[in-house]
């Protein structure tokens, strides 16, 4: 599964080294791209392992807004 994911405030490489912490701790995420200038995240992963809310729920709980 691929899903694309805005991040409101994201502005600097320290925000994208989180936001990549984040992601990568859960099981399932197969790969991330995250592009700080259209403040996007692309992800694939196995949705038998996690699904798209609970990517966002690790974003968001890492101080991030998911738009």
């Given at each position: ?6 991040v409101l ?59």
């Amino acid at each position: 599964m691929k899903s694309v994911i805005k991040v409101l405030n994201m502005n600097n490489s320290d925000d994208i080294s989180n936001i990549n912490l984040a992601i990568s701790n859960n099981q399932g995420v197969i790969a991330c791209q995250i592009n700080g200038d259209t403040k996007e995240i692309e992800i694939i992963y196995d949705d038998y392992f996690i699904t798209v809310d609970n990517l966002i729920e690790s974003i968001e709980e890492a101080g991030y807004a998911v738009i």
